[in-house]
């Protein structure tokens, strides 16, 4: 099972958004040695195989968050703040929507409340069959949404936005947080697949290579 | 449990971790700054206390309670060097009481919480015996005390499972639950390792069910306290397993301090006289002192 189910990668470092460079290499360091074999705290805690898997996602949190252009990119898509999923804090965690267990976990939905979704309206538009960044935008103007709203639904930045629609490459992610962010964009839409949405939308966009 | 009286409760995966040391000086201090204080030993089977606070061993202890020759525990507290300071003394033999039954732990309790005292302390046994986690579970907080040290560490971590399924199993319609918990149980064995995995499990079977236990683990908020510690490294455990604790077990740990290694704490067990009072400006006596004084905040502003 993955320890870090329903963890960002702030929340892997245990960082507060806001965290600086320095905090951020203090707390990779800090988890480091917590998950290292020698931890008097884990050691006896997780397999082998169990703890390799914890340390890779350290070293990935690390990676995206200490390198400032791909943190942003990491940012642009992040809910806002999140806590730290916890039982005794929490109330139940949304059950990830992925298959995989590899996704990057900071792609839950967003917890806005389902009464500000778009309510499809008789006659509803009906989302597009064939997905590309055109035929998106023409579904959410259809349904009455500009940028902006959209931009307060997903927490996705309105360039961000503009460019999943534009299929613009030179502004857009690599295709794994791409996916998610196509994702949460579906999800604001209310697609009733939006995994499959979103894995079309990167086909489509690996098929059409400008 | 009335409102008014602070019930703590400290114990440990293990016995060596200091845990009658610093129930005696946290018991003396806070005796000093003006609480009236009495000091349990609840450690069944095992007492020291007395000797920790200079008393020569009592005649009369728990075991006059539990034998019901004697109904009133106020009866049986005994004076200390300090003005308001009681102890309450345990039972030397294990054969006396370590086996306690149920009634007689409900009846235990219910005297201990008529005591005339601002605060009980009670020192629980090493281990988790059934008794010991009953008593651990109903003090707020219960603290577990450990060292630096790969056996407490690992005793903790099974004596921190046993308590939440414990507390779990308090519940008062667990009956409801038993079925599907006990089936998730036996399937997946490995994963009981980890009590957050086992939530998840839960979590997928009913949400419903996942809700309920975990509003009611809630409540469980055990402190946590490193004793001996000799360097940067193990003073950072504490925080470390509060991190473990909340990811993997699912429980809000909270990490009272670290009390540092010290000849003043032998020196002190030597003169039978607690740390506190007897080295108040050694390193662990300070810490100890910021514990206390940290524990005393928290029931204050839980409005105990």
């Known amino acids: ?210 | 449990m009335a409102a008014s009286r602070k019930i703590w409760a400290f114990g440990s995966g293990k016995g060596g971790t200091g845990k009658s040391v610093i129930c005696a000086s946290i018991g003396a201090y806070l005796a000093q700054v003006g609480l009236r204080v009495v000091l349990v030993d609840a450690d069944l089977g095992g007492a020291n206390l007395h000797t920790c606070l200079g008393l020569e061993t009592p005649l009369r202890n728990l075991a006059e309670f539990i034998h019901r020759r004697e109904n009133d525990l106020q009866n049986l507290l005994l004076p200390t060097a300090y003005p308001l300071l009681q102890l309450l003394p345990g039972t030397q033999y294990s054969h006396d009481a370590s086996t306690i039954r149920f009634q007689q732990q409900r009846r235990l309790l219910r005297a201990l919480n008529r005591l005339e005292a601002d605060l009980l302390i009670l020192d629980i046994g090493a281990g988790s015996s059934a008794v010991t986690m009953d008593f651990f579970l109903a003090a707020d907080p219960g603290v577990l005390i450990l060292t630096p040290e790969p056996t407490a560490v690992e005793n903790i971590h099974q004596m921190l499972r046993q308590l939440l399924f414990r507390k779990l199993r308090s519940l008062h319609d667990y009956h409801r639950f038993r079925t599907l918990l006990n089936g998730l149980w036996e399937t997946q064995q490995p994963s009981y390792r980890m009590p957050w995995d086992f939530f998840q499990m839960v979590e997928q079977k009913s949400p419903d069910i996942a809700g309920r236990l975990r509003a009611h683990l809630r409540g469980f908020r055990p402190g946590l306290i490193v004793n001996q510690v000799r360097t940067e490294e193990d003073r950072e455990l504490g925080r470390a397993l509060k991190t473990v604790c909340q990811r993997h077990f699912g429980v809000e740990a909270d990490f009272l301090g670290a009390v540092e290694y010290d000849d003043a704490v032998w020196q002190s067990v030597r003169q039978r006289q607690p740390l506190l009072p007897a080295f108040p400006h050694s390193r662990p006596a300070r810490s100890i002192r910021q514990i206390a004084d940290k524990l005393l905040y928290r029931a204050r502003q839980r409005g105990a």
């Open chain 1, 1 to 210: 099972m993955n320890p870090f189910a329903g963890y960002n990668y702030y929340q892997i470092l245990e960082l507060s958004r806001g965290a600086s460079p320095e905090e951020i290499a203090f707390a990779y360091q800090r988890m480091r040695q917590i998950y290292s074999p020698e931890s008097l705290a884990t050691y006896s805690l997780f397999t082998p195989e169990e703890r390799a898997e914890i340390l890779a996602q350290i070293e990935e949190s690390f990676r995206v968050l200490s390198d400032a252009p791909s943190r942003r990119d990491y940012d642009a898509f992040l809910p806002s703040e999140v806590r730290p999923p916890s039982p005794a804090e929490a109330g139940p965690q949304p059950a990830l929507p992925f298959e995989e267990t590899s996704e990057p976990p900071s792609l839950r939905p967003m917890p806005s409340p389902s009464s500000e979704r778009p309510e499809a309206e008789p006659p509803a538009p009906k989302p597009p069959r064939e997905i590309t960044g055109e035929s998106l935008r023409r579904f959410r103007e259809a349904l009455g949404i500009n940028l902006d709203r959209m931009n307060d639904l997903t927490r996705i930045r309105k360039g961000i936005l503009q460019a999943i629609e534009d299929e613009d490459r030179n502004l857009l992610p690599a295709p794994v947080y791409l996916k998610g962010l196509v994702l949460t964009y579906a999800r604001a839409l209310n697609f009733s697949a939006p995994e499959v949405a979103a894995q079309q939308y990167l086909d489509h966009l690996a098929s059409h290579k400008s």
